[in-house]
């Protein structure tokens, strides 16, 4: 039987298993009602996917917003079809230096457009793009703006391959930043092996592994719910308007507040005098609070 828990639990996504298994692993051992991840993870990628339960789930878009840390590790001279080490091969070229390669790097810092792999979750007319591409089948993809706020170069264990420290924005897919990177040298790369250190706003805190879970969930729901950050956690970097109970029935029922205080214009998060988030809402330039977002919680002192 199914239980109500709200929170958001930093996993540990294993290798070879999908962002939507991993997410029912999780929903499974927390017996939670409700679950939902905050951006895909290839199979073949590793580490950091937040994964929200109850009503922390409303917040799943906010963070599907938030930029994105990885360490990529790439093979020099050799492009495949899947822009990965799971496709075929089908081009080779000479191995460039280090140096060229840290050269093309700072020529894409900022905002780059990106055309979609084809091997990648999106759809066209109801159908993921890699099961198009699995077919044979290859759909012109349009660019789509993306944001590389550092991209840093080492070497690797090999003279053929690098290491790639990456920050970018949502969207970004690293395969292609990859190719596009030994492109810009004057040649051809593919990714070997990708984690996801960190999601903002979340970086700098430990990951929970599936045996660190499996292990809690033998001591119980009450081990297992101490991994969980509260849902507040998610919205650490958004300015924070408290309120009364009073204040916080009126904004449940979707009426809008006249702030006493001056608060700057755009989205804010909601908390009671606890620091317990309550909801999202939105300060106008007439100083009004509207609720945009509400959330049912209990109270927490998880941080």
């Known amino acids: 039987m199914n239980r109500h828990v709200d929170g958001i639990l930093l996993f540990d996504k294993p290798l070879g298993v999908s962002s939507n298994d991993a997410l029912q692993q999780v929903r499974r051992l927390y017996q939670a009602d409700k679950a939902g991840h905050t951006g895909s993870l290839d199979p073949l990628a590793t580490g950091a996917l937040p994964i929200c339960l109850g009503e922390a789930t409303k917040l799943c878009g906010v963070l599907l917003d938030a930029d994105k840390h990885y360490v990529a590790e790439a093979q020099l001279g050799v492009r495949t079809s899947t822009g990965d080490a799971e496709g075929d091969v089908i081009e080779t070229a000479a191995v460039p230096s ?27 007319d109801g159908q993921r793009l890699y099961a198009l591409a699995r077919q044979g089948i290859e759909i012109e993809r349009p660019a789509r703006r993306v944001r590389i706020h550092a991209l840093q170069i080492e070497p690797a264990s090999a003279p053929d391959r690098f290491r790639a420290q990456v ?9 292609t930043l990859i190719e596009d990177l030994a492109r810009m040298a004057g040649s051809c790369a593919h990714l070997t092996a990708l984690r996801r250190t960190a999601v903002a706003p979340f970086e700098g805190r430990a990951l929970v592994t599936l045996s660190q879970l499996e292990a809690a969930a033998v001591q119980g729901v009450e081990a297992l719910d101490r991994l969980l950050l509260a849902p507040a956690a998610a919205l650490a970097h958004w300015p924070r308007v408290a309120v009364n109970d009073v204040q916080a029935q009126r904004l449940a029922r979707g009426q809008t507040l006249a702030l006493g205080a001056a608060v700057e214009p755009g989205r804010v998060a909601v908390i009671d005098r606890t620091g317990t988030l309550l909801g999202l809402a939105e300060v106008t330039v007439a100083g009004c609070l509207q609720p945009r977002r509400w959330l049912r919680i209990e109270r927490s002192d998880r941080l």
């Open 98 to 124: 280090l140096e060229s390669l840290t050269r093309a790097a700072a020529g894409m810092l900022g905002e780059i457009e990106q055309v979609p792999p084809m091997y990648s979750a999106l759809k066209h």
């Open 167 to 175: 920050r970018c924005s949502k969207g970004t897919y690293v395969r």
